[in-house]
């Protein structure tokens, strides 16, 4: 038996109301759920994107420290004919006692068959003959550029090889790059006190000091014609 058309309607409207709302419920939940993944996707390329940054940021300060990072001096080429080399007789000026020369004279030969071809002064062989001592020692060492200085027992005991190292000295104190000491056969105790302010060269190895001895050289000649050059830039 069938209801009032009324009461029939009102049935059905409050019958399909109530299928309705759990569609609802679905769609907000399903919204909901959605909007959720969202943010975290949302979340996920932004931590990728702070990563990404930072890597990008380390790599960009990376590179940008390594740019800033100062690289070496450009080279300088000393046996140019405008080279402030030339000022000087001489590269390197070798005080030793006679007593040493035969280690000299290796050193010297040393020094001068390098590509820079370098200019050593060597009392016994390059001095005037009939000249006075002082005036050649003297003139030595204000004619060379570095000097070299051979401290043994018989250096110490050579009043003519004291007398060269205080002009060296007087020529150019506290000068760590012109003034080379180099010991051999004494106990660090006896270096002289005058040189105490100046690094050494140790010869526990020979061909390893020839190579400091001329390598400390080569840095003072560049260094010296590096500056000249931008001195007159």
């Not at 390098?114 to 002064?121: E, N, Y």
């Not at 003297?138 to 060379?144: L, P, R, T, Y």
Request: hydrophobic letters at 30%.
């Amino acid at each position: 038996m069938r209801g009032p058309p009324a009461l029939t309607s009102r049935a059905a409207g409050w019958f399909r109301r109530l299928l309705q709302k759990p569609k609802q419920s679905s769609i907000h939940t399903s919204s909901s759920s959605h909007s959720m993944t969202s943010h975290s996707l949302a979340s996920s390329p932004s931590s990728f994107s702070s990563s990404s940054s930072s890597s990008a940021w380390s790599s960009s300060s990376s590179s940008s420290t390594s740019t800033a990072r100062p690289g070496r001096p450009a080279p300088v080429d000393i046996s140019s004919s405008s080279s402030a080399r030339w000022a000087k007789s001489y590269d390197v000026c070798i005080c030793h006692s006679e007593v040493d020369l035969e280690f000299v004279e290796e050193l010297v030969s040393y020094l001068e068959s390098q590509p820079q071809s370098l200019r050593c002064f060597l009392q016994l062989r390059d001095s005037v003959a009939g000249s006075a001592v002082v005036t050649e020692l003297c003139e030595a060492v204000q004619n060379s550029h570095c000097w070299v200085m051979l401290i043994t027992p018989s250096f110490l005991q050579d009043p003519w090889c004291r007398y060269q190292m205080h002009q060296a000295l007087a020529e150019a104190p506290m000068a760590n790059g012109r003034t080379i000491p180099v010991l051999k056969d004494i106990d660090r105790k006896d270096y002289p006190r005058e040189l105490r302010n100046l690094y050494y060269i140790y010869t526990a190895l020979k061909e390893n000091s020839f190579r400091q001895i001329r390598d400390t050289v080569l840095r003072y000649l560049e260094e010296l014609c590096r500056n000249s050059t931008s001195g007159m830039e």
